[in-house]
């Protein structure tokens, strides 16, 4: 257990669906971060949030939304997501955003889009 | 823009054999420079970090990993290798210039045979 939970574990959803995964961290942190993994590819950051504001937003689709409505959850919104975006969308945190702060990663939400 | 290879896909050992696992980053400055762990199903998990100081740094399961500045490396090594350490490795790298946020290569998985 590391402190951060992700749900649901797996989802699986048509292109036309609206969906979102959810982060919640318990380990008072102030940062939180959306990664997406996807089969032999590097870990590839989607955006980052330091206090609640969004600091980065790593060229994703307008198709993903984030929110952080407070410094203890995360969301993703997927929406008229594409077969292509099927991967597992894993969420961390840290203390801080300084460059040699620990992630925390939570479990991941497998998502696939048919 | 900083970068991370890690050039061996997929690595099988035998239990109790010793274990290196080979990573490349591609930076200018000085690197702040990550192991972590995926064990199936789960998210990320620390095991080691460097950023200044001894250029052996120790971790959490018995792992190690040297920094070599000349070689651009940061090898992951373990001497006695146990079959709960069958799981993919991560090489990271974050820096001060550009993004912030780590960079992750591609990967390692790991298979230890018994």
């Known amino acids: 257990e590391t402190g951060v939970t992700q749900t649901p574990r797996h989802l699986v959803m048509g292109m036309t669906n609206k969906k979102s995964l959810k982060c919640e961290q318990h380990l008072g942190h102030n940062a939180m971060y959306w990664y997406k993994q996807s089969a032999k590819k590097p870990l590839e950051l989607m955006f980052v949030y330091s206090l609640e504001e969004r600091v980065e937003n790593n060229s994703v689709p307008s198709r993903f939304s984030p929110e952080c409505p407070n410094s203890s959850h995360l969301f993703l919104h997927l929406h008229t997501l594409q077969p292509e975006d099927s991967a597992l969308y894993l969420c961390?945190?840290?203390?801080?955003?300084?460059?040699?702060?620990?992630?925390?990663f939570g479990s991941g939400t497998q998502l696939s889009v048919l | 823009a900083q970068s991370v290879t890690q050039p061996d896909i997929h690595i099988t050992v035998s239990e109790g054999a010793s274990l290196e696992l080979r990573c490349n980053y591609s930076?200018?400055?000085?690197?702040?420079l990550f192991w972590y762990v995926q064990s199936p199903g789960q998210g990320l998990q620390l095991l080691l970090k460097?950023?200044?100081?001894?250029?052996l740094v120790q971790g959490i399961k018995g792992f190690e990993a040297e920094f070599k500045r000349s070689q651009s490396s940061f090898n992951l090594r373990k001497p006695s290798v146990h079959w709960s350490d069958a799981a993919e490795y991560f090489c990271?790298?974050?820096?001060?210039?550009?993004?912030?946020?780590?960079?992750f290569g591609s990967g390692t998985r790991l298979q230890v045979q018994p």
């Open positions: 930076y200018g400055a000085t690197p702040y």
């Open positions: 990271a790298v974050a820096s001060d210039t550009g993004r912030r946020a780590l960079t």
């Open positions: 460097y950023f200044s100081g001894d250029t």
């Open positions: 961390a945190s840290s203390q801080d955003m300084g460059l040699n702060e620990k992630l925390f």
